[in-house]
């Protein structure tokens, strides 16, 4: 046998005996019991919570004072009304007496009986001269809205008055402030009468006979001692 001939028998038998090893470990490998691998799930990623940008001193401090009055305003309204559907109306009678000099809200049940508000506009404002204006009136019937909406009543029938009798008799400048601020303030309105006191005969006016009398202005007044003074000095000359 030459030696090319043992050669390729001993690469012949490596091969095999290789091949051989190789079949043995498959069949381990299937015989064994396969190991349950481990997976562990992968953790989510926590979303990253935006941060606001504090505000500076005092519109912080700006903000908490607001938050405080919203609290207070919470705490100090109660209801103390009947337990009633939303949809249904409770009516109350709403008085407004609006002279040149005041405005009167005054709001009582159905019978007039009970009063649930009474707020004028000299309450409101500090100068008497704007006790009768539309900006009193309307701050009243605010103040106003606030107590109904604590005893229930969500429903108004309106009697305004002026001063009536021997005085006018049409409301003052309130009148019609009062009222619109009354219906923006979620209430509704029903009637609205006018019970101004006309009377069939009244009192005396005052003025006297003649009437009342202006005092004339004072170019008038300089013109009329001017002729006078002329008259007087004619007379003398004569």
């Known amino acids: 046998m030459c030696i090319r001939d043992r050669y390729q028998r001993r690469v012949h038998g490596d091969f095999i005996s290789l091949m051989a090893e190789k079949a043995e470990k498959e069949v381990k490998e299937v015989k064994a019991p396969k190991e349950a691998k481990e997976v562990k799930p992968k953790?989510?990623?926590?979303?990253?919570?935006?941060?606001?940008?504090?505000?500076?001193?005092?519109?912080?401090?700006?903000?908490?004072?607001?938050?405080?009055?919203?609290?207070?305003?919470?705490?100090?309204?109660?209801?103390?009304?009947?337990?009633?559907?939303?949809?249904?109306?409770?009516?109350?009678?709403?008085?407004?007496?609006a002279t040149w000099n005041?405005?009167?809200?005054?709001?009582?049940?159905?019978?007039?009986?009970?009063t649930y508000a009474r707020i004028t506009g000299g309450m409101k404002v500090k100068s008497d001269r704007e006790e009768s204006s539309p900006y009193a009136a309307m701050q009243?019937?605010?103040?106003?809205?606030?107590?109904?909406?604590?005893?229930?009543?969500?429903?108004?029938?309106?009697?305004?008055?002026?001063?009536?009798?021997?005085?006018?008799?049409?409301p003052g400048p309130g009148a019609q402030a009062a009222l619109r601020a009354l219906a923006r303030n979620g209430l509704k309105i029903g009637r609205i009468e006018d019970v101004t006191p006309i009377?069939?005969?009244?009192?005396?006016?005052?003025?006297?006979?003649?009437?009342?009398?202006?005092?004339?202005?004072?170019?008038?007044?300089?013109?009329?001692?001017?002729?006078?003074?002329k008259n007087c000095l004619l007379y003398t000359s004569d």
Request: hydrophobic residues 30%; contains cysteine.
């Open 102 to 114: 005041n405005t009167f809200i005054h709001v009582t049940d159905i019978s007039g009986r009970e």
């Open 199 to 229: 009377p069939t005969d009244s009192t005396r006016m005052k003025g006297g006979r003649r009437g009342r009398r202006l005092q004339a202005p004072l170019h008038e007044m300089t013109i009329t001692i001017i002729h006078l003074h």
């Open 140 to 170: 009243a019937a605010v103040d106003v809205a606030v107590k109904l909406r604590q005893v229930g009543i969500n429903s108004l029938h309106i009697k305004l008055r002026g001063t009536g009798g021997a005085g006018t008799k049409s």
């Open 43 to 97: 953790a989510k990623a926590e979303p990253k919570e935006k941060t606001k940008a504090e505000p500076k001193g005092d519109a912080k401090d700006a903000k908490e004072t607001k938050e405080e009055k919203e609290e207070e305003v919470k705490e100090k309204f109660e209801y103390m009304g009947p337990k009633v559907k939303p949809e249904e109306q409770v009516f109350g009678i709403c008085h407004i007496y």
